[in-house]
């Protein structure tokens, strides 16, 4: 059984010369108590072209000290990562290497370098005895895996032995709630020479000074792999301006960037987003699998838009997968979000009108949908389906489909994206206004819905090319998206509904309360569709369509 603990710490360099400071009085610091010395051998494992290195990510198996065993270390923020654990076993538990299958895809992972540390640690107490942090000096020896038994044994094939001291500052316990702490550890550092570590972590010193080289940066895939770039690296090398001041926000913005630049640099960033939440969906953590799947939706929305730039004949099938995955994914999101939905509606129903066991159906009927989605969520993330898909996304990066589009300017291919598009949807409002109330009615506004946020993601994935006019319009284009998505909750919701009053019914409980609900989701549609006329007009007025052209 695997558990977390949220690794929150800095590295120091250190020498043979180096002096701890004094470090009772700052900060919350009443007492620094010895802790002794521990003997830690750790062996890091990796793909061996180095992809959890690549990515920030360390897998170790550990003996000596308190916390011998597996651990899988994982970003969480600046200065902040989650630390997995497992128990020790000889080789790597399924239940973390589950956690970097996007990463590793079909590759092996082998062990790359074994460290062997000395570790001194002190313990900084607050006035009542209870940690704060944890200073370590630690001794460390580090050689490539199998090249050598024991330290001070020479290394082969250029590749040799390394031996270095640094310091460690972890918080701990009540350090957590103490934000300061860090910074005063670092300033009384500083000022007897103690300096930051130049290298993130051990394992990336130890493959620097051993003579083995991290994944390379030019390497693409590894760079998808990576997380590194994102949505601030893309605006500042398309040029896009994000200060205040008013005017189109892109001036200069997009000139030497090609439409193929601005799509492939969108298309990464999706992939980057799926590969770094696959462990969070696999740990439930919240919010997750929506991420995941709106980055699905977004990377199959980029091929389907941009097909100036990207052969369709080639992303088609991609884009086919990609669909699969996000309602693989939907049934656990669509199921978060119509039980939060109903527990709110339950809630506002006065008690005197809930008849019968109303809030433990609910539950059963919740708990039973939550374990079978959350299985098949698990179950589709460990099938070889999304291996292949993710395989063929890196494979797509590293040789794309490129169609002459590709070459031409991205505010003029991206603005033509986004206005056909909106065309499409121009018409799809039109026929759900038009359409007769009831399912006809329903049906349509739905795909009107779907037409909606295609050309929402049309107008993000411009937005470095076009600026804050496409940032504006995705915002108003957003508001239609929202209102049709909360008529198409209604109508799951009914759906919902109809199944608990039935349910209810056949054990004998009423459903009159489940029926209550079913006429308020019913008057509330009804409120989304008076309100579609005045919330489309504002988003199609022409100026903001004008404001798109280059």
Known sequence: MADTVR????????????????????DRVATVVEQGV??????????????????????RRRTGGRDAGWHLKLPAGPGEREEIR????????????????????????VPVVRLRTRRTVRELRDAAGAPLAEVAVDEV??????EAEKPGAAGVAGRTEARWREIEVELTGGGERAPGLLDEVERALAAVGVHPAAAPSKLARALEETGLRPARPEDRTAAVASGKGGAATRRKNFGEKESGKKGSGRKGAGKKATAGDLVLEYVREQLRVIVELDPAVRRDVPDSVHRMRVATRRLRSAFRSYTKVLDRGVTAPVGGELK??????????????????LVTAVADVPRTLRLGPVDARLRIWSERHRVESRDRVLATLDGDR?????KT????LEDPPLRPGAGRPAPEIAARAV??????????????????????RDVALHRARKAAKRTRYAAEAARPALGRPAKKFAKRVKRVQQLLGDHQDSVVARGALRELATQAQQAGEGGFTFGLLYGREEARAADRERELPRVWRKASRRKYRAALRP
């Open 141 to 146: 020896w580090a050689w490539p895996a199998g």
């Open 419 to 440: 206005l056909k598009d909106y065309r499409r949807l121009a018409r799809r409002v039109r026929t759900a206004l038009d359409a007769p109330a009831g399912q006809d």
């Open 324 to 341: 699969w995955l996000a309602a693989e994914l939907g049934v656990e999101r669509d199921r978060e979000v119509l039980t939060d939905r």
């Open 38 to 59: 521990e003997d830690l051998d750790a062996l890091y494992y990796d793909t061996p072209d180095q992809r959890l290195t690549a990515a920030g990510i360390t897998l």
């Open 7 to 26: 690794e929150i710490e800095r590295k120091y360099e250190a020498d043979s010369t180096t002096r701890l400071p004094d470090l009772a009085g700052i």
């Open 393 to 396: 996304l890196h494979a797509l």
């Open 386 to 390: 999304y291996l292949a898909l993710l």
């Open 86 to 109: 497992a128990p020790l076993s000889d080789v790597p538990p399924p239940e973390l290497t589950s956690l970097v299958r996007a990463r590793v895809l079909d590759r092996d992972l």
